[in-house]
């Protein structure tokens, strides 16, 4: 029993405090695959694609209810007056029907055959189940995409943030010996006046960059479902990752992965499947017809209720439908010869988006290699410049094109680096490569 309390004390504290985990998990930070599963998981378009799949398999079933038996109660009273009636000399007026007249009876109405023209709505309909599907792993890899462009902005904005933060520091030291400079008559106000400018410069180009992180941060609230207030920390970093940049069997890889060409071809198919569906519709069909119930006017009684059946057979055969039928057959072609045209369309464009991210993964691979030379370059110039400075042989101004120079190779390399790894990224999706 004092166990029991104990349980039910520490369960009402639990429940009381306000998020007790909350610290922990404030401090927990997202990797790129992370990132991309949660929200996957939880965005509402992931959502809306997968009921369009439940609805698509309803409709299905509704297609199949034509291969059923339809059965249904009816209940009618009519009243008749004047009633038909004969007169019989000796025996008087006889009524040929009653005047309240009930009929109440159960019926059912079964095809025996029509010609397919079921099994063609059904195979129609579930052609779209599979357009759904694939809609829905079209929209999962949208998102990723998404998510992964996001989340390395987000890591490359930190970076130059960093390295503008640097310049800053750099810069504002700079400024320090130059004001010293100047109170030792060994610089003059100018050389002040110009470092200054360039300090300004530099934190006009950090604010621009919080800004765009800020836009990013809150894009990637959003995909992620959660509120502006949330800390999201993010782990990750820029990797040269090798990749293949043979065009032909990237081109037929992608032929055979992308979720658009599996689209187009879903479209085509139930293109074509609506076509025999039309084809059918000037086709007989054989029914069976039975119904069980009671009512009135049966002679000798006319108004007892007495049980009767009725069981037939029904024939129908379309005999003239002014061409409706040939006409439908026209549009469902054109519907046909539409969607093969859709492919040839979305193969060209599959392959012109490998053959961009391909090029954009040299071009990328290039100025990386640049970008490299130019930041050891930039930093030896400093270096030596500062000497030179200190010794008076070049300029303020020199020494500080020579600083410009070192953050702007810098970010030119993180940059370059950015562009790579989303250009690897770009060539997974352009391949139907899966991102999440």
């Known amino acids: 029993m ?37 929200v996957i998981q939880n965005h509402p378009a992931v959502v809306q694609a997968n009921q369009n799949i439940y609805a698509s398999e309803a409709r299905v079933l509704q297609a199949e209810t034509a291969k059923l038996p339809n059965a249904g109660f009816d209940a009618l009273y009519t009243r008749i ?69 996001t989340f390395y902005a987000i890591l490359f904005l930190e970076k130059s943030i960093h390295v503008t933060d640097e310049q800053i520091e750099a810069l504002s030291q700079h400024l320090q010996t130059t004001q010293k400079k100047v109170e030792s008559g060994t610089a003059t106000s100018f050389d002040v006046l110009t470092t200054q400018v360039r300090v300004a410069a530099a934190q006009n180009q950090k604010i621009e960059l919080e800004n765009a992180l800020h836009q990013q941060q809150i894009a990637l609230h959003q995909l992620l479902g959660v509120s502006a207030e949330q800390q999201v920390e993010l782990r990750g970093e820029f990797l040269m990752t090798p990749v293949s940049l043979n065009t032909d069997s990237l081109v037929q890889k992608a032929f055979a992965q992308r979720e658009e ?25 054989l029914q069976v017809n039975l119904a069980y119930g009671v009512k009135n006017g049966y002679i000798p009684n006319l108004d007892v209720l007495r049980g009767n059946w009725v069981a037939g057979v029904q024939l129908q055969v379309p005999i003239y439908e002014g061409s409706r039928t040939d006409h439908q057959e026209e549009e469902a072609h054109a519907n046909i010869l539409a969607e093969q045209a859709h492919v040839n369309d979305t193969q060209r464009q599959v392959r012109s988006d490998v053959e961009r991210a391909v090029s954009d993964i040299r071009a990328a691979l290039d100025k990386l290699q640049i970008s490299n030379l130019q930041v050891e370059q930039a930093k030896e110039a400093v270096s030596i410049a500062r000497k030179r400075y200190e010794t008076g042989s070049v300029t303020n101004l020199d020494l500080l094109d020579a ?34």
């Open 2 to 38: 004092r166990q029991q309390r104990i349980l039910l004390v520490l369960f009402l504290f639990f429940m009381q405090a306000e998020n007790p985990f909350g610290a922990a998990y404030a401090q927990d930070t997202l990797t790129v695959e992370q990132a991309v599963q949660q």
């Open 81 to 149: 007056g004047p009633v038909p009636q004969l007169y019989f000399p000796g025996l008087g007026d006889f009524k040929l029907y009653p005047e309240n007249n009930y009929d109440a009876h159960v019926g059912g109405r079964y095809t025996v055959y029509d010609f397919g023209k079921a099994n063609a709505a059904i195979n129609a309909a579930q052609s779209h189940v599979q357009s759904a599907r694939d809609a829905v792993e079209m929209t999962k890899s949208g998102l990723a995409y998404q998510t992964i462009r």
């Open 261 to 285: 060409l599996k689209l187009a071809r879903d479209a085509e198919q139930s293109a074509e499947l609506q076509y025999k569906t039309v084809s059918f519709g000037a086709l007989p069909s």
């Open 403 to 436: 600083e410009t120079a070192e953050s702007a190779a810098q970010l030119g390399n993180a940059q370059s680096l950015y562009n790579y790894v989303l250009s690897v990224y770009e060539l997974k999706r352009a391949t139907g490569e899966m991102l999440f």
